[in-house]
């Protein structure tokens, strides 16, 4: 099956009510363990690289191994989506390379780490997007900055995250100004900030509404019915990961995750993307882990990243069932990126 841009799977997702799993990729283990799980749910599917898988990958051996992904699961709608572009070439250079989505993430400044204002992510989010649609490619763009609203600090993702004490009005995305912005730049889909961060260190204590902000994605769907959200930072952080990692050897301190009744909620009001990564490094993590120290002799990677898969597969499958995205892959037509560039 063809790629898939983010617009034509979130509208589906929309008239369907449920979300897509946006699940990073680095390698080749990760990719088989997010497909196969995508094929047993019958689910469509969202890859996200961020600019350190990027790197640490290599744009043409990440490319091509996307094409053997797609290859290999033909019955898939996959949507390729950047995470975290932070300027006008990154996207490019994506696109370049087979993504049929970008995210510009405009809230902070080209070096991934200043806070913008509106201004400037109105008129980089509004350039991109009009480029990637010129292609048939999707756009996310993001309003208001990821981090804590326990810490007020930023977090940070593969160098990518603002790291200076920021106010409640920087945490959390003004409703208001989230519905201009959607009417300056034409987005698909808009990441909304409301105290989620990326990593296993979310919150210190079971989220409510003073570190969780629901409320927000909800006014937001209120004003914008049409506008599919983005939760960024969305990993459950499932305490029997951890558990396992620090059985083995681990030191990963009591933390909180977004529950997956709290996402359940946002899918109720417009969310039909969200964003999973740690949860997926803890699982690989913890099968490795595990392998490694109950035979301290093994030294084939294909044996230990083969449990790692495993772990991550059933997790990926889990988030499939729940966010509702299950079954729904069959009953996808994928439209060619000449199709979608005349919608736009």
Request: charged letters at 25%; hydrophobic letters at 40%.
């Amino acid at each position: 099956m063809a790629r898939i841009t983010l617009r034509q799977l979130l509208d589906h997702a929309a008239d369907h009510g449920y979300a897509v799993p946006a699940f990073n990729i680095s390698n080749m283990e990760m990719g088989l363990a997010i497909m196969t799980a995508a094929r047993e749910a019958d689910a469509p599917v969202i890859l996200a690289a961020s600019r350190g898988a990027r790197a640490y990958a290599g744009d043409r051996l990440l490319a091509r191994l996307i094409d053997g992904l797609v290859e290999t699961f033909p019955e898939v709608p996959v949507c390729m989506h950047l995470d975290h572009g932070n300027a006008l070439a990154t996207c490019a250079t994506a696109i370049q390379h087979g993504f049929t989505s970008v995210m510009m993430d405009g809230s902070l400044l080209a070096d991934g780490k200043t806070p913008a204002d509106y201004a400037y992510n109105m008129d980089i989010t509004r350039r991109v997007t009009e480029m990637a649609h010129a292609c048939g490619v999707s756009v996310e763009g993001e309003l208001g900055v990821l981090g804590s609203l326990e810490t007020g600090m930023g977090d940070q993702e593969d160098g990518h995250g603002a790291t200076e004490k920021l106010s409640e009005e920087q945490l959390l995305t003004d409703p208001a100004e989230a519905e201009q912005f959607v009417k300056d730049t034409g987005v698909d889909a808009l990441a909304v900030a409301m105290g989620t961060s990326h990593g296993a260190y979310k919150f210190t204590r079971q989220p409510d509404g003073e570190i969780l902000a629901m409320s927000v994605i909800e006014e937001i769907n209120r004003r914008l019915p049409d506008t599919h959200l983005v939760m960024h930072g969305s990993s459950s952080v499932p305490e029997d990961l951890q558990q396992v990692i620090n059985s083995y050897g681990g030191d990963i301190r009591p933390t909180w995750g977004v529950p997956v009744d709290e996402i359940r909620r946002g899918i109720r009001s417009g969310v039909r993307k969200v964003n999973i990564d740690t949860d997926n490094r803890m699982a690989m993590t913890a099968g490795v882990r595990r392998v490694l120290s109950e035979t301290p002799g093994e030294f084939d990677p294909r044996k230990y990243l083969k449990e790692g898969k495993a772990l991550m597969q059933d997790l990926c499958k889990a988030r499939f069932e729940a966010f509702g995205t299950a079954g729904h892959a069959s009953r996808i037509t994928p439209l060619p990126p000449e199709a979608m560039a005349a919608r736009y």
